[in-house]
């Protein structure tokens, strides 16, 4: 590539090249597929053959692939190589059944780096840079996937991995850290313990870069961390089914993550009807993956809703733009037959300068009445001895919660910090809700 923008070619293509390769890719992962028993019996069953599938329009016909078909043909059950072609195997432990297993031969892993070190570039990465990643090693795909993604760009890489707050800022100024990798609420939770250390990251550190995803967030949070932390923070979305890390990745102009067309097809769903929504409106993320060899999937319901942003992005990339996540459908909590996100409680909460970044929602019991309560940390420039102060917040807060959620909510404010932290994704809701 001569074009410094990109690290790939594929990042420079046109509409129409794309959709070929889209098209190219297709049938070859439908005509792979063929190996996997589970998908033979799926095209059988639907009356399908491999040769039905011959451009994108024939897409639709392919029925969809759940997260219950990974847990049904646990663990091996979906694979389209034979288990000694594979070299890593990563699991997602769902809340229920069995845990989800993901394959990848050597060219997946490969190609999986190839993308993680494409977003890291877009976002101005170079091989000078220090890369630190926070996120926890293991079966969670933060931790490897960009491990070798950073290494393939060719960054010092730094595998710190989750917790030990302390040793990471020492690390950050020791090693002169540029670039870190952390989940949104393990940022805020960074930036806590600099406060606490009377570290002053503009001042003493020489951090630039954060990368933050695995769990939504607002567009107010990130801009708050940005602040806090003196960086620019940049959205990466991944799911382990697809990969890991670097399925989609905002790019400078950080309005959207640009999906990576070249290795999914996107499509996005009416979560009831399953039939197609215009770009614009909200969905589900249904993804096909065309470049991957162990265990593609077609058109993988993610349970991931949001939408697709219209128009062109002055990056020059044709790859389209996925929104910020709104939350997944499983995550609704419905309360007196009310549907609510956790990110509706989050915008709210993060237009109030007063408040730090960290809140939990509990829901409970009371009386054989169902409700709500929100707690959150207030900022630590807030001085927390004007009690008539901060009472006028919390009625404040909730009246504007009200507004939001159609519910009224207990609002509680608490100390900055005193939120407990956990190491992985941040735990936001508590369902203590009496089951009938
Ligand atoms: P896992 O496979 O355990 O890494 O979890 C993947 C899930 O994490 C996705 O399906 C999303 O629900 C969530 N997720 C990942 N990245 C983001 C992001 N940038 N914003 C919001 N949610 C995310
Ligand atoms: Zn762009």
């Known amino acids: 590539m001569t074009d410094e923008r990109f690290f790939n070619a594929e990042e420079a293509y046109s509409r129409s090249e794309l959709e070929a390769l889209q098209q190219e890719r297709l049938r070859a992962t439908v005509k792979h597929c063929m190996n996997s028993p589970f998908y033979r019996e799926r095209f059988r069953s639907a009356g399908l053959s491999q040769g ?84 926890g090693y293991g079966m969670f795909t933060g931790g490897l996937g960009f491990q070798y993604g950073a290494e393939k760009l060719g960054m010092l890489t730094i595998p710190a991995a989750a917790g030990n707050t302390l040793r990471q800022l020492k690390f950050f100024k020791d090693f002169r850290t540029t670039v870190v990798h952390a989940i949104p609420s393990y940022a805020a939770r960074l930036y806590e313990v600099m406060c606490q250390q009377g570290i002053d990251p503009r001042r003493d550190l020489s951090l630039r870069t954060l990368v933050i995803g695995a769990e939504p967030h607002s567009e107010d ?64 993320l249904v993804l096909t993956t065309i470049n991957r060899e162990a265990m593609p999937l077609l058109r993988y319901r993610t349970r991931d809703l949001t939408r697709i942003l219209p128009g062109e992005c002055p990056c020059g990339r044709v790859h389209r733009r996925l929104d910020r996540m709104k939350g997944r459908s499983d995550d609704m909590i419905i309360l007196k037959g009310v549907n609510i996100f956790p990110i509706q409680i989050e915008q709210v909460l993060m237009q109030f300068s007063e408040l730090a970044t960290d809140y939990l929602i509990t829901l409970q019991t009371l009386d054989d009445n169902d409700g709500m309560t929100v707690e959150v940390e207030i900022s630590e420039k807030v001085l927390t001895d004007d009690y008539s102060a901060l009472q006028k917040l919390e009625k404040e807060i909730t009246r504007c919660l009200r507004d939001e959620i159609l519910i009224t909510p207990k609002v509680r404010l608490v100390p900055f910090g005193s939120i407990p932290k956990s190491e992985g994704k941040a735990v936001r809701v508590k369902d203590l809700r009496k089951q009938y």
């Not at 078909?69 to 646990?74: A, E, I, M, S």
């Not at 890593?88 to 809340?95: A, D, K, Q, V």
């Not at 050597?106 to 220090?130: K, S, Y």
Request: aromatic share 8%; with cysteine.
């Open 221 to 284: 949070t990130r801009r708050r961390i940005e602040d806090m932390l003196g960086v620019k923070a940049y959205n990466s979305f991944g799911m382990s089914e697809m990969m890991g890390p670097g399925v989609a990745f905002e790019c400078p102009g950080q309005n959207g993550m640009h999906i990576w067309e070249d290795y999914f097809i996107v499509e996005i769903v009416d979560p009831v009807t399953l039939e197609p929504v215009p770009d614009g409106e909200v969905g589900e």
């Open 52 to 135: 039905d599938i011959r451009s994108l329009d024939d897409l639709h016909k392919i029925p969809f692939t759940t997260k219950q078909d990974l847990r049904d043909t646990y663990p091996f059950g979906i694979a389209s190589v034979p288990l000694g072609d594979c070299t890593r195997l990563h699991s997602s432990s769902g809340t229920t059944g069995n845990p989800t297993v993901i394959l990848h031969t050597a060219r997946d892993l490969d190609q999986w780096a190839n993308a993680v070190a494409r977003c890291l570039w877009m976002v101005g990465c170079r091989p000078d840079d220090v890369f630190q990643n926070t996120s």
